[in-house]
Each structure stands twice: as structure tokens, then as C-alpha cells.
């Protein structure tokens, strides 16, 4: 497949009205020159979305007899496969997902079908937060948290609804449930496109490049609902085994990889010059060497988010890596 693009998929996600409809429209008006193909899936009887969404019928798949996460999660590859007998008409595809639908599915879709994963890359998860709504939705819906915790990139949209100082409650809260992905406060979902389009979120390479990794002891004092997502970031200087890394992620995956719905980090791999990246969906795992570590301190960084984390089995799990 080398003489073909790879074409990027960049994920619509958010709660019900949180403005994906809004940004899938300022996308396809902006002026980029870029073909895109939108895949539209939406909940409800009569498609919507279809008569909001500007762009030429061609281009516009729609799904509604389900969710792509979950119920029609094969029709969704039906259609990647179709797009990819056209992939030399298209630039990028944009999928807007229901509201109610959960990006981590969709994600390991992306990363388990070998067909998919050759033509096609998961470019980034873009996910709108309702800054108005945020707090009930937070309350009623589990899917709310699944969407912001998978996320690269986060709008805190609707801002104009809002008080600067519940905007800053609400963004406090988005960091401790993901404190790698980028924020951006917006109005009627209103964001340069270099921001969304063509960031490689999944690509290995952006785990190091995340928002922040914050110390160990950031997080304590979480108040833990059993909905609740929450994040433990891990810093650690010395070096790692490697062996005894990758079998104590792949088993806590394999025993919790529910739980542990997204894992990333940047390694010190002990013989190695080189920094290690992983990052985990569920129970998929991947990992590479990158670039030399250079006169940069060798620091091993990661991240946990996902429900029930205990915080100590992690670092004792990670400490027990270590080469001494
Ligand atoms: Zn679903």
C-alpha cells in the first residue's frame, strides 16, 4: 500500500447539542481546499443532521439505524472500507458520532482492523463539552466522561453562556479527568483547523508532546463516584526494564483494561538511548522507540485515565519495572 496516502479520520464526539453539527459545518464552509468525506451517524428516527450539515450528498455517509460504538460498530467498518476503494477522492474523513456514543469503541476499531489500520489513520478524537450543561451531564451520563477521557483535543464550547469563573471550575475539572488533552475555550465551536485537523493524536509520537504529565501527588483527595473517571499521572526518574514493563502493562490491561481506558507515556528504557512511547486503548496496546534522549533528563512519564484507578497498585506496579 506505499504508493497510497494514508487519509486521516479525525472523531466527532460530545454530548447531545454540545455543537459537532455547528463545528462539521464550519469545517466543510472554511476555505482548505480540502475533499472530505463525512461519515453522519445519528440517533433518532428522521436524519437531522443530514439537511444541517452543508456538503455534497456524495461526500456524506449517513448511518442512523444505530451507534457506530456499539450497536452498528461493523456498519462502521463497512463504510471505512467503502471509502477506501474511493480514498484517492478524499483528503480526510470527519465522523460525526452520536451524542450519546462513547470515542473509545470507535478508537480500538481503528487499531484492531488491520484493513482500516493500513489506509486509514485515526488522526484525532475532537470532542465538544457544553460549558453551560457540563456539570449535569457530568452527573447523568457516563458516556460524558468516556468522551472528554479519550479525547486529544477538547472545545469548551458555549463559553458565552457561562461566568469567566465557572469557566475555569469547568476546565480545573476536565484536566484532573484528562490532563493530556487540549483545551480550547470556543464560541459556536469556532477553532483554527491546524488545531483539529491533521494533529496526529494517535500517532505515538504525540504522547510526549501531551499537555502536561503532572506529578505524583497531583490527584489525591479525588472524591470517587463509581461513574467517575479520574487520571493518575506517573513521574519517575531511573530506568525501566523493558520485559518487565511491557508484561506488567499488557496483564493490567488484559485484568483491567475497562478500567484502564487510556494509557500513554514516554520511557527510560535501561540499555537504551532512545526514548520508549506507548499508549493504550482498552486492551490495546502499543509501544515504539523514538527519538535519542539526547542532554534531555531521562524521565519516565505516564499517564492512567480511566474508572476506579488505585493510585498506589499503579505506582508500585511501575516501581516494580525499575532497574536498580
Ligand atoms: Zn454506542
Not at 155 to 165: E, F, H
Request: net charge negative; aromatic share 6%.
Amino acid at each position: 500500500m506505499s504508493d497510497k496516502q494514508v487519509l486521516p479520520v479525525t472523531l466527532l464526539s460530545g454530548f447531545l447539542g454540545a455543537g459537532k453539527t455547528t463545528l462539521l459545518n464550519y469545517i466543510l464552509k472554511e476555505n482548505h481546499g480540502k475533499r472530505i468525506a463525512v461519515i453522519e451517524n445519528e440517533f433518532g428516527e428522521i436524519p437531522i443532521d443530514h439537511d444541517l450539515v452543508i456538503g455534497a450528498d456524495e461526500d456524506i455517509f449517513e448511518m442512523n439505524n444505530g451507534c457506530i460504538c456499539c450497536s452498528i460498530k461493523g456498519d462502521l467498518i463497512a463504510t471505512l472500507n467503502r471509502l477506501i476503494e474511493r480514498h484517492d477522492k478524499f483528503d480526510s474523513i470527519l465522523i460525526e458520532s452520536t451524542g450519546l456514543a462513547s470515542p473509545g469503541p470507535i478508537a480500538q476499531a481503528f487499531l484492531l482492523e488491520d484493513v482500516v489500520n493500513d489506509t486509514l489513520k485515526l488522526d484525532g478524537i475532537v470532542t465538544l463539552v457544553d460549558a453551560k450543561h457540563f456539570w449535569r451531564q457530568l452527573d447523568e451520563v457516563d458516556v460524558a466522561w468516556e468522551q472528554i477521557a479519550f479525547s486529544n483535543v477538547i472545545l469548551l464550547n458555549k463559553i458565552d453562556l457561562v461566568s469567566a469563573d465557572e469557566i475555569a471550575k469547568v476546565d480545573t475539572k476536565i484536566r484532573s479527568i484528562n490532563p493530556t488533552a487540549r483545551i480550547f475555550q470556543t464560541q459556536n465551536a469556532g477553532i483554527e483547523l491546524d488545531e483539529i485537523l491533521n494533529i496526529g493524536g494517535f500517532d505515538l509520537e504525540s504522547v510526549q508532546q501531551s499537555e502536561s504529565f503532572p506529578g505524583i501527588d497531583e490527584h489525591d483527595g479525588h472524591s470517587h463516584s463509581d461513574s467517575e473517571i479520574t487520571s493518575v499521572s506517573i513521574t519517575l526518574e531511573g530506568e525501566m526494564d523493558r520485559v518487565r514493563f511491557v508484561n506488567w502493562l499488557q496483564m493490567l490491561l488484559i485484568m483491567e483494561g475497562m478500567d484502564v481506558m487510556r494509557a500513554k507515556g514516554v520511557l527510560n528504557l535501561a540499555g537504551s538511548d532512545k526514548r520508549h512511547i506507548f499508549q493504550s486503548v482498552f486492551m490495546m496496546f502499543d509501544g515504539q522507540d523514538d527519538c535519542p534522549w539526547g542532554d534531555e533528563s531521562r524521565i519516565n512519564k505516564m499517564v492512567f485515565i480511566g474508572r476506579d484507578l488505585d493510585r498506589q497498585r499503579l505506582e508500585e506496579g511501575v516501581k516494580g519495572c525499575m532497574v536498580f
